[in-house]
């Protein structure tokens, strides 16, 4: 069981707009910044959103996050094939030991 | 270009040990602190440790907690995960990855992400 809640899995056809959410805690969300991580498949963790809504150089503005409390967003516009992917929201939380990060158990994206 | 590399994983058998090490290139490494995550067979990502720049600051996760070392060589570029006592929930990929500052903090994320490094307990 993740301290972070996402859905498991969210589906849309190419060119849509998919959200995914996460849901925490005042002890981590509602008190730390979020960041969002896209794993493609057979690959490795990549950074998508850092600091709550801030994208890394090279991550296309189709992606974009939003916190509000105790939870978190994340929005992909215009979807395309190659989003197909698994989406981790993380965070650090407060009541575990220091600098102690927490996920979120992972989005499954369909692209139909 | 930042990279990260692990190697270290294999098979053991519960109850043994195994050391996991992570190579570092494209930035200066005393800077900035390193993480190691992990990834059970098609599960999601597990948080295990954490080391500041320096070395000097170093947390854990509960589950591994007085029986995973992490340290780093900051002359070698590398950062190290001991690993002992190991059970079978341990099976995983794990991953090194960079903080984005010198101390631990959430703020910036985890900016590079290895390849990773497949750890299995089993007898």
């Known amino acids: 069981q993740s301290v972070l809640t996402q859905p498991p899995s969210v589906s849309a056809a190419p060119g849509q707009t998919v959200t995914i959410s996460c849901s925490g805690s005042?002890?981590?969300?509602?008190?730390?910044?979020v960041s969002w991580y896209q794993q493609l498949p057979g690959t490795a963790p990549k950074l998508l959103i850092y600091?709550?809504?801030k994208r890394p150089s090279g991550i296309p503005d189709r992606f974009s996050a939003s916190k509000s409390g105790t939870s978190a967003t994340l929005a992909i516009i215009g979807l395309q094939t190659g989003d197909e992917a698994d989406y981790f929201c993380?965070?650090?939380?407060?009541?575990?030991?220091?600098?102690?990060?927490?996920f979120g158990g992972g989005t499954k994206l369909t692209v139909l | 270009e930042v990279q990260l590399l692990e190697s270290g994983g294999g098979l053991v058998q519960p109850g043994g040990s195994l050391r996991l090490s992570c190579a570092a290139s494209g930035f200066t490494f005393s800077n900035f602190a390193m993480n190691w995550v992990r990834q059970a067979p098609g599960k999601g990502l597990e948080w295990v440790s954490v080391?500041?720049?320096?070395?000097?600051?170093?947390y854990y996760a509960d589950s591994v907690k007085g029986r995973f070392t992490i340290s780093r060589d900051n002359s070698k570029n590398t950062v190290y995960l001991q690993m002992t006592s190991l059970r079978a929930e341990d099976t995983a990929v794990y991953y090194c990855?960079?903080?984005?500052?010198?101390?631990?903090?959430?703020?910036?994320?985890?900016?590079?992400w290895g390849q990773g490094t497949t750890v299995t307990v089993s007898s």
């Open positions: 990855a960079k903080g984005e500052f010198v101390v631990p903090a959430v703020m910036g994320g985890m900016g590079v």
């Open positions: 993380g965070t650090c939380d407060d009541s575990l030991s220091a600098a102690h990060w927490v």
């Open positions: 600091d709550n809504d």
């Open positions: 005042s002890s981590n969300i509602g008190n730390n910044y």
């Open positions: 080391i500041s720049g320096s070395g000097g600051r170093t």
